[in-house]
């Protein structure tokens, strides 16, 4: 049986779109684009958007993108690659009234007004943290590695005869790049340890959707990566994430290093939200 989804009250405080605007701009993009014979896929990469997106800035569909705040931001930069003047894209984001913070009964403040008031920390401190979890994760996996690792016990000395020429000790002996087929255990022999950066499938983990939404990706790294994914598609993590977000919690599942995530337990309003605490755990049990 799944969780109750907790209402934080958050939604009367955040901007939203003008539909009207946004429609009238779209249909102004969508001409332009065809004017000049550019297709979904060549204005995509130009703007470094999925066609998907772009055609659901044309045809408003906001739930293509994280917020209506990217939302906005997309659409001022498609209308600068096509020559539209910025005072069309300046109706399109409409702030929230004064007035409009979610209330509580008897008085009390509501947990969604107080945790709209938080100030969102500066770049700087966010790609501080993921550098400082993703060094925690590596003590802790390279900690594990040894702790599992039985020494080797040495190999007995052969007698050699005076023609044949003596062998080289194994330190000195040539040995080639360690792949995914020499990891595997044969008799006596330890299996060699393979860095991420030389696996043949370097993949921390994948988000995989039941139904079309977005998929917002921060990284360790201090980079976003923010996709549409179809029905039954899956989205692969190569680098070491610090927050998932889906616009669709329902059929979807997130693995990490091979193990899946209760995503009932990070469900608020319809959508999936995972922070940090929970990913770097799991990226250190990888």
Known sequence: M???RL???LEASRPTLNEAECARVGTCLSRARQSRGMSLDAAG?????APAQVAALEQVRADAFYSAEFYATALRKYAALMGLDAAETARVLVQPAE???PSSRRGRRSIGASLARVPRPSRRVMVGAGVLVTAVAGGLLVAAVRERTPAKPAPAAAPVAPSTPAALPPSLAPRSVPTRQDSVVHGDE????VPVSTADDPTLGRVRVGRRTWVFVRFATGTTLERVLGEGEELLLADVPTYIAVGHADDTTIEIGGRAIDTDRFTVNGELR???SQLSRLVALR
Not at 45 to 49: E, H, P, S, T
Not at 190 to 193: K, N, Y
């Open 2 to 4: 799944k969780r109750p």
């Open 7 to 9: 209402d934080l009250g």
């Open 45 to 49: 990469g130009k703007l470094l958007l």
């Open 99 to 101: 007035d409009a913070r």
């Open 190 to 193: 330890q299996a060699a340890v």
């Open 274 to 276: 995972v922070g940090s």
